[in-house]
């Protein structure tokens, strides 16, 4: 599998925001590895043929389709059909990304395709419906802002990425019309960025919740409740996922040992990290080194 990365970093050291890259895979089967992340996902297959398992539902895999996934929503490429390679856009980003304080245009309820799907919701965009060829329209449009990096192209980014959103909502059937989420107020999300913050700078250490309410100036439990509001996943998942994150760039360009690497990821020991890394990844860090 081939990389090609383009990042809008984070404020945080070694994160990003948002990350656009390419992926090309030669035909074949493949094991249905479990695949979580803490990013939204959008996935354009520019060539090949093939199944991609979403949790219990297979979805045939063409030229053109768009895929959607949601924060730690099973997915995997299972098959490649024989042919031509399989080549596809990969668009992961947080979901602060959207909603941080910091952009007045942006705000977390244009994430309801993520959080508010109804029972007629696919993870493959309809490819009968028009508005996917305006939606594969944009995330080119994307990939090209990034390659000629023009004067403020990561605000266009940005744009394109919400009107790709707000397309969804729009000309499909996919999200819930009796949401009873209430609104965020906007100086939580200013809490919960700190939260965040706080959690990519202790990502070593011992954390618990009250270290993450402490650091959102809120009580445990409106903590916990916002942040999974926010994010998709609780702050343990989103720290456990952190943190095999960062193992596996240690595994893949270090020769510290399993245990070396549990402790630099604030794991207390490799019982604990084996059964966490294998959770988010399919495999045990050795099988994956």
């Known amino acids: 599998m081939k990389f090609q990365e383009a990042l809008i970093p984070a404020r945080t050291k070694d994160m990003f925001l948002l990350k656009l890259y390419h992926s090309q895979v030669k035909p074949g089967k493949r094991q249905n590895r479990r695949h979580h992340h803490t990013e939204f996902e959008i996935a354009l297959f520019k060539s090949g043929s093939g199944t991609y398992t979403v949790g ?9 389709d768009i895929f959607l996934f949601s924060t730690h929503e099973v997915h995997c490429i299972t098959e490649i059909h024989e042919g031509e390679d399989m080549l596809l856009l990969n668009v992961h980003f947080e979901p602060r990304f959207i909603w941080s304080t910091g952009n007045d245009l942006f705000d977390a309820k244009y994430l309801k395709i993520f959080f508010e799907r109804n029972d007629a919701f696919e993870n493959r965009l309809d490819r009968q419906n028009p508005a996917t060829a ?14 000629k990096q023009l004067p403020e192209y990561e605000l266009m980014v940005k744009i394109q990425l919400l009107t790709i959103l707000v397309t969804v909502s729009r ?7 009796e949401s009873s989420r209430p609104a965020v107020h906007v100086k939580s ?44 996943i609780s702050p343990w998942d989103y720290i456990t996922i ?12 270090t020769d510290s040992s399993i245990l070396e690497i549990a402790c630099r990821c604030g794991f207390n020991n490799t019982a604990n990290f084996n059964r966490a890394f294998k959770k988010i990844t399919g495999k045990t860090p050795s099988e994956y080194r």
């Open 56 to 64: 219990d539902t297979a979805y045939a895999i063409q030229p053109g």
């Open 134 to 147: 305006v939606i594969r329209s944009l995330i080119l449009q994307m990939e090209d802002e990034f390659a």
């Open 171 to 177: 000309h499909y059937d996919y999200v819930s019309r």
């Open 189 to 232: 999300l200013s809490q919960i960025e700190d939260a965040i913050h706080y959690i990519h700078d202790h990502l070593d250490s011992d954390l618990s919740l009250d270290d993450l309410a402490k650091a959102a100036n809120m009580s445990r439990s409106y903590f916990s409740t916002i942040f999974k509001r926010l994010n998709g």
């Open 242 to 253: 952190k943190r095999i994150e960062q193992s596996i760039e240690y595994l893949e360009s």
